[in-house]
C-alpha cells in the first residue's frame, strides 16, 4: 500500500459497517415519540441477557403498556 494511501484513509475513515442500518433504525426509533426510551431500554435488555426476551419481560410490558396508551389518545 502506498504511504499517501495509508495517510489518508486515517484521515478519511471509511463509514462504519451497515451504518445505513443504524440510520434508519434512529429513524425508526424516534418515530416511538414517548415510547423510544422504553425501546432503547428493551433493546439493552436484550444485549445485556444475550436476547433473553424472558428476562426482559418488565421492559417488553412497558413498552406495550406506551404503545397503547399512545393508540388510546390517538383514536387507533
Known amino acids: 500500500m ?3 494511501e495509508t495517510k489518508e ?3 478519511n475513515p ?5 451504518q445505513m442500518e443504524a440510520d434508519e433504525e434512529d ?3 424516534k418515530q416511538l415519540e414517548e415510547c423510544s426510551k422504553l425501546y432503547l431500554s428493551l433493546q439493552d ?3 445485556k441477557t444475550n436476547r ?3 428476562s426482559c419481560q418488565l421492559e417488553v ?3 406495550k403498556a406506551c ?3 399512545k393508540n388510546k389518545r390517538e383514536g387507533k
Open 52 to 54: 433473553n426476551w424472558k
Open 45 to 47: 435488555c436484550l444485549v
Open 67 to 69: 404503545h397503547e396508551r
Open 2 to 4: 502506498d504511504p499517501s
Open 14 to 18: 471509511p463509514p462504519p459497517l451497515h
Open 61 to 63: 410490558q412497558a413498552l
Open 27 to 29: 429513524e425508526n426509533v
Open 9 to 11: 484513509t486515517l484521515q
